[in-house]
């Protein structure tokens, strides 16, 4: 039986680009082609959110972070948040931040607004992450 890797070319020197599709593991793109098995890739999937799901589980008094991540996150916490939530789990005050390059919508309602507006606080910080990082580190560092 032949590898998929010997089956398939390279992405570079693939032909038929329209075979690719771009999906998401969590918040990881992937290239999918045909000789993917679905019900594993489903299966990693699941894992990983279940993963995700137990860390913000643990969140009530915490800071979540998000940096840089414009769609696909925002998603997938606000998801976690209302999961965690209906299995019982307190998660009222906590910190959320957003960390990117510009404003955008999915960040600010899912991020900093909708999980926060039950008792926690919700903060964007707009700047370049080179700078604003390691700004952010030492800021952290000083009041420890």
């Not at 570079?12 to 998401?24: A, E, K, M």
């Not at 696909?72 to 959320?96: C, D, M, W």
């Not at 900093?112 to 030492?138: F, N, Q, W």
Request: net charge neutral.
């Amino acid at each position: 039986m032949p590898t998929p890797a010997s089956v398939i070319p390279p992405i570079s020197q693939d032909p038929l680009r329209t075979r690719i599709r771009d999906c998401y593991l969590a918040n990881e793109a992937t290239v999918v082609r045909e000789l993917i098995d679905g019900a594993a890739f489903g299966a990693g999937s699941y894992q990983d959110f279940k993963r995700f799901t137990g860390v913000i589980s643990q969140l009530e008094g915490g800071v979540y972070f998000n940096i840089g991540s414009a769609v696909i996150l925002p998603e997938v916490f606000l998801k976690a948040v209302s999961a965690v939530r209906n299995l019982g789990y307190t998660l009222q005050h906590f910190t959320t931040v957003n960390m990117d390059f510009i404003r955008h919508y999915r960040p600010t309602q899912n991020v900093v607004c909708r999980p926060t507006s039950d008792g926690g606080k919700g903060y964007t910080l707009i700047g370049h992450h080179e700078l604003m990082l390691p700004l952010l580190a030492a800021a952290i560092i000083e009041e420890l």
